[in-house]
Nanobody, 125 residues
Framework: QVQLQESGPGLVKPSQTLSLTCTVS??????????WSWIRQPPGKGLEWIGY???????DYSPSLKSRTSISRDTSKNQFTLQLSSVTPEDTAVYYC?????????????????WGQGTQVTVSS
């Protein structure tokens, strides 16, 4: 059914901007009533919610990352993007995109019915 695939550079230099794209097939990113999240997992740590783009185009971000995060979308390509600025090695993680219904909380991991495979991003000079 719905498939998500993350893409973008696997290596980013400190202070630069991490940019990833999630390409969705089998379903529209504008379909009611879902939101589309970026989630990451640093090595040896748990999942961390970064932010989402809802079907309506509205966005929300983790308070800890809000100042550095921007999520946008291109509905013509059925994809949404993550930009995380001023990265440090602490941003090294596997980054996922995933879908959840708007009735569920962003950190309810079992609410996400579809996940991308994840993409490794390493922040290093």
């Amino acid at each position: 059914q719905v498939q998500l695939q993350e893409s973008g550079p696997g290596l980013v230099k400190p202070s630069q901007t991490l940019s990833l794209t999630c390409t969705v097939s089998g379903g529209s990113i504008t379909t009611k009533y879902y939101y589309w999240s970026w989630i990451r997992q640093p090595p040896g740590k748990g999942l961390e919610w970064i932010g989402y783009m809802a079907y309506s185009g509205s966005t929300d971000y983790s308070p800890s990352l809000k100042s550095r995060t921007s999520i946008s979308r291109d509905t013509s390509k059925n994809q949404f993007t993550l930009q995380l600025s001023s990265v440090t090695p602490e941003d090294t993680a596997v980054y996922y995109c995933a879908r959840a219904p708007i009735t569920r909380a962003t950190t309810e991991w079992d609410a996400y019915d579809y996940w991308g495979q994840g993409t490794q991003v390493t922040v290093s000079s």
